[in-house]
């Protein structure tokens, strides 16, 4: 058996106790993988090691897999950490501060890499003995309803495991992998000032600003406006591009079939 890799200290050891399925270790092989965590070990898995069954339900997360270890005993699967979840639903006859998912995950991350931190979950059926449970430093539950508290051991992991990526992360904002449209980069101001000559001639040429001497109002607005927008290059674009066609004004210069050069708008724009 190999020791404990101090990579895994990026995060928290996912111990399971007994595990009886094969699937429900490539899936929890799966969402420990969807939120960066590595190190799964198991004690004493009903199906043996390796298992295909896991490896098929993993959905390729081979990376964690291939590291899982195995132990005789949980006393032997955590004697490396430093401190130790106990997951329960029940309500055990234990003197240990209990602490949900959000709570647990600040306090590993505040230990981790520090020390080692694990989190205990057990079998299937009936999850861990009092004397599992009892190894623990605290035990970790989740807010479920009572009157259907049982949960996959899949599921429990995921949670947890999203609540770790979460603090290490600093929140959802700096954790998300991409940016929806609201948060583009904006356009610098320069393209927004020239957006703006352009569209308040357009709106000049029209006759919008009357009576005259209501125009510097009415312009202030107007920014106001598109400053509240936030846009982004490509959407400063779009709009010159909308205000080109209204007003019915000259384009870029382009290329024609005859290859000639010309500003009118025609087919030859795209």
Known sequence: ????????????????????????????????????????RL???????PNEKARAASSGADHVLERVRLYPTVEAAVADLGFLYATTARVRDLAKDVAGPRKAAETMRALSPGIGVGVLFGRERSGLTNDHVALADEIL????????SSLNIAQSVLIIAYEWRLAMLGGEAGGLPFAGPGEELQAPKEALFRFFEHFEDALERAGFFRPPERKPHMVRALRTLFHRARLSEQEVRTMRGVVAALDARPTRPHETPDDTVSTARGKAET
């Open 1 to 40: 058996m190999s020791e404990a890799n101090p990579t895994d200290r990026a995060g928290p050891a996912i111990v399971l106790v007994e595990p009886q399925l094969g699937e429900n270790i490539g899936t929890t092989a799966r969402a420990m993988a969807n939120f960066g965590l590595t190190d799964l």
């Open 43 to 49: 004690v004493q898995p009903r199906e043996g090691w």
């Open 141 to 148: 539950t989740l807010p479920v309803d009572p009157e259907f």
